[in-house]
Nanobody, 125 residues
């Protein structure tokens, strides 16, 4: 059974930083594309960042480029999202997601097969 467990969310002031972590189990992690998505109530779930199985192969949404960094540790089955210079518009429920193994990275949430429960990030102005 695949499990993704996020941690690291919370309340932070604008300009601050948070680091989200996602622990994965039950899937061949090193050959699975991982992604971070976020959603606010009443709106669609949008991609924040994806990271391929190959080191350095990442994607960022325009809104977070230069502020967020996605990384993975295949030895620990962990994926991270370092969020710096946070803005109030970054406030959302953040989800970790995984694709089935050996697939190419996708940007649409419906292409991901496994999801964590989400962790809330709130940025105050």
């Amino acid at each position: 059974q695949v499990q993704l467990v996020e941690s690291g969310g919370g309340l932070v002031q604008a300009g601050g930083s948070l680091r989200l972590s996602c622990a994965a189990s039950g899937l061949p992690f090193s050959v699975s594309v991982m992604g971070w998505f976020r959603q606010v109530p009443g709106k669609e779930r949008n991609v924040v960042a994806t990271i391929n199985t190959s080191p350095g192969s990442v994607y960022y949404a325009d809104s977070v480029k230069g502020r967020f960094t996605v990384s993975r540790d295949n030895a620990k089955n962990m994926v991270y999202l370092q969020m710096n210079s946070l803005k109030p518009e970054d406030t959302a429920l953040y989800y970790c997601a995984a694709m089935r193994p050996f697939r190419q990275p996708q940007l649409v949430w419906t292409q991901y097969d496994y999801w964590g429960q989400g962790t809330q990030v709130t940025v105050s102005s």
